[in-house]
C-alpha cells in the first residue's frame, strides 16, 4: 500500500487538514459513546494520518486536541486543590414516605420566603417541576473549562479540597478536551462541571479476569476499581482502565443567564458534548417521581454501569436558590435510595474496637460476603444492648444488609440455623490497648477506665 503522499493533496494546507482531522476524530469518538457508529479501524487510520501531519508540523500541535489524550509522566503525589464552590453531598431518603417528607420542608421554606420574592412574579410556589435522574455509582469530580480547553480535574475531597487529577482523567475518552458545539458563542469562558467518573460492569470483568491470572487482587465493584484507577499516580495505568464519564451539573458557567432549570444545564451539557444519563425526566408532581423510580428499579439489574439510586431536584434554579443548602447537602435535592440487598454469613468471632476516646465497640467477623455489589467481612455492633436484642452468638448465621448501600449492618440472628457450638459474648474485663479496667459507663457501652 503506497504512503500518504502530501504533494498530491488537494488546496488544503497542512493546518486545514489537521483541524479538520481533529473535528472528525472528535467526532467520531463522541458518536462513538452516545450513537454507536463509526469504527476502530477508520478513529485510528485518521489519528495515524493526524500524528504524521504533525510531525511535519510542531508549531501546529495543542496541548487540548484529541490526539493528545495520552498518559502524562507519573506522578510523585497528587497535589491538593480548594475548590471554588464546595462540592456538596446529597441527603438520602429511603421510602415514599421520606420523599412526601422532603416535599412538605421544602414547601414549608418556600412558603416562609414568599415576601422576599414577591416581585418575582411567581403567583403559586406549590406548583413547580422536578428533574429525576439516575445516581451513578462512581466517583464524583469536578472538570474546569476556559477558552472551551480543559484545564483541571480534581477529585471532591471532603468538599472544600481535592486532590488534582487532571491528568489521569484526560485519559477518558468521554471527557472532551475541546468543549464542541455548533456556535461558538455557547462556548462559555469559563465553565465549571460536576460529574461521576465509572467503570462499566462489563469492563470491571475483564479487570478482574487478568486481575486474576497475574495473581493480584480482585476489585469488590466498579466503583471501587474506578476510584483505585483515578488514584493511580502513573496516568498511563488509569488510561489501560476504560473508564467513562457521565456529567450532572454545572457549578459555575460565564453563561449562566440561559439557564432556568437544572434541566436546562443538561440540555447544555450534551450541547457542549458530555454524555448525560438517558434515563431522565422531568415530573410535575411526586406521584411521577415515584413512577419513574419504580420504573428504574425494574431495568437497574441490567444497567452498564453501577447504580445506587435517583437523584430527585427541584428544576427551578431560582427556586433552588432560595431553599439553599444546610450542612453539606442541598436543601432542592434528594437521593431516593433502593432497598438495601441483604445476604446471609456465619459470624467467625467478636472483637473489640477501641475508640480514641477510650469507648469500647463489639464487631462482627465474618465470612466475607457479596452485598450490594461488594464484599464485607465485619460489622459494627455498636454495644452489648444491641447483641443482646439479636441474641447474638459466635458461629451464628445473620443476615446483613447494608445501609444506603454502604454500611454493613447486622440485621437478623437466624437461630433455627444453630448447631448446639455458638459460644456467647462476653465482654472483656480489660482493655485489648491499654489493659486498663473495663467499666460500663452508660447503657449498653463500656470504657476503659484509664481514657
Excluded at 116 to 144: H, M, P, Q
Amino acid at each position: 500500500m503506497k504512503e500518504f503522499d502530501n504533494k498530491k493533496r488537494t488546496n488544503l494546507s497542512d493546518s486545514i487538514r489537521i483541524q479538520k482531522l481533529r473535528n472528525e476524530i472528535a467526532r467520531l469518538r463522541d458518536a462513538y459513546h452516545t450513537k454507536d457508529i463509526g469504527t476502530d479501524e477508520i478513529y485510528d487510520s485518521l489519528t495515524k494520518e493526524l500524528k504524521k501531519l504533525l510531525k511535519e508540523n510542531p508549531e501546529l500541535e495543542d496541548l487540548n486536541a484529541p490526539e493528545n489524550r495520552v498518559a502524562g509522566k507519573p506522578l510523585d503525589k497528587f497535589i491538593k486543590i480548594e475548590h471554588k464552590i464546595r462540592m456538596l453531598s446529597l441527603n438520602d431518603v429511603f421510602s415514599e414516605e421520606e420523599l412526601y417528607e422532603w416535599e412538605k420542608r421544602s414547601l414549608k421554606l418556600l412558603n416562609l420566603a414568599k415576601p422576599a420574592i414577591r416581585n418575582r412574579e411567581r403567583a403559586d410556589l406549590t406548583k413547580f417541576n422536578y428533574f429525576c435522574e439516575v445516581k451513578f455509582d462512581g466517583l464524583a469530580v469536578s472538570l474546569i473549562y476556559e477558552k472551551g480547553k480543559f484545564v483541571r480535574g480534581a477529585t471532591r475531597g471532603d468538599g472544600f479540597v481535592g486532590e488534582d487529577i487532571t491528568q489521569n482523567l484526560r485519559t477518558i475518552k468521554s471527557i472532551p478536551l475541546t468543549l464542541m458545539s455548533k456556535t461558538v458563542f455557547d462556548i462559555p469562558d469559563y465553565i465549571e462541571i460536576r460529574g461521576e467518573v465509572l467503570m462499566s460492569k462489563k469492563t470491571l470483568i475483564r479487570l478482574n479476569l487478568v486481575n486474576d491470572k497475574n495473581g493480584k487482587p480482585l476489585f469488590a465493584n466498579s466503583r471501587n476499581a474506578a476510584a483505585g484507577s483515578l488514584r493511580q499516580l502513573d496516568p498511563q495505568l488509569a488510561s489501560e482502565r476504560e473508564l467513562d464519564f457521565f456529567a450532572y451539573d454545572i457549578a459555575e458557567t460565564s453563561n449562566e443567564k440561559s439557564l432556568l432549570n437544572h434541566s436546562d444545564k443538561h440540555k447544555y451539557l450534551k450541547k457542549l458534548g458530555f454524555q448525560i444519563g438517558e434515563d431522565e425526566a422531568i415530573c410535575k408532581n411526586l406521584k411521577e417521581v415515584i413512577n419513574f423510580i419504580n420504573k428504574f428499579e425494574k431495568i437497574r439489574p441490567g444497567f452498564s454501569y453501577g447504580t445506587d439510586g435517583v437523584v430527585i431536584s427541584v428544576d427551578d434554579l431560582k427556586l433552588q436558590e432560595i431553599l439553599g443548602v444546610v450542612g453539606k447537602a442541598p436543601r432542592y435535592m434528594a437521593a431516593f435510595k433502593y432497598p438495601a440487598e441483604k445476604a446471609t454469613t456465619i459470624v467467625k468471632d467478636i472483637k473489640i474496637n477501641v475508640g480514641r476516646t477510650g469507648v469500647l465497640t463489639p464487631l462482627a467477623i465474618f465470612e466475607p460476603t457479596l452485598v450490594a455489589g461488594s464484599t464485607v467481612s465485619k460489622a459494627t455492633l455498636h454495644n452489648m444492648d444491641q447483641i443482646e436484642r439479636l441474641d447474638l452468638r459466635i458461629g451464628d448465621t445473620v443476615v446483613i444488609e447494608k445501609a444506603g448501600d454502604v454500611i454493613p449492618k447486622v440485621v437478623e440472628v437466624l437461630t433455627r440455623m444453630r448447631i448446639g457450638k455458638e459460644k456467647k459474648f462476653k465482654m472483656v474485663e480489660k482493655c485489648p490497648v491499654c489493659e486498663g479496667i473495663v467499666e460500663k459507663k452508660y447503657i449498653g457501652n463500656f470504657q476503659s477506665s484509664y481514657s
